[in-house]
């Protein structure tokens, strides 16, 4: 069980890394913009499987599962930027 302190925290962090993900789509990085949001978005987004949906406190085959998962959008992505970046 989790702490209401500690769902107070993770949400202040996930309002503060929505706040750097404005903040970098407003510095125009060029071929970096994409690449920033998209760790932006990973770390929000471990942040919310790890505490909002308790998966830090799960068995370990739901954690492969995601890892999985995660890997095979991974190379879906990674193909498509390849694919993008030499036409």
């Known amino acids: 069980m989790t702490a209401l302190g500690t769902y107070v925290k993770v949400w202040l962090a996930l309002i503060a890394l929505t706040g750097l ?3 970098a789509a407003g ?3 060029g071929s970096l ?3 920033a949001a998209i760790l932006i978005a990973s ?4 942040l919310v499987l790890s505490f909002f949906m308790n998966l830090r406190s799960e068995e370990r ?3 492969v599962m995601l890892g999985v998962a995660m890997a095979t959008m991974a190379v879906i992505m990674l193909l498509t930027f390849v694919d993008v970046w030499y036409r």
């Open 21 to 23: 993900t404005v903040t």
């Open 27 to 29: 510095l125009h990085l």
């Open 33 to 35: 913009s994409v690449l």
């Open 43 to 46: 770390v929000k987004s471990s």
């Open 61 to 63: 085959v739901f954690k």
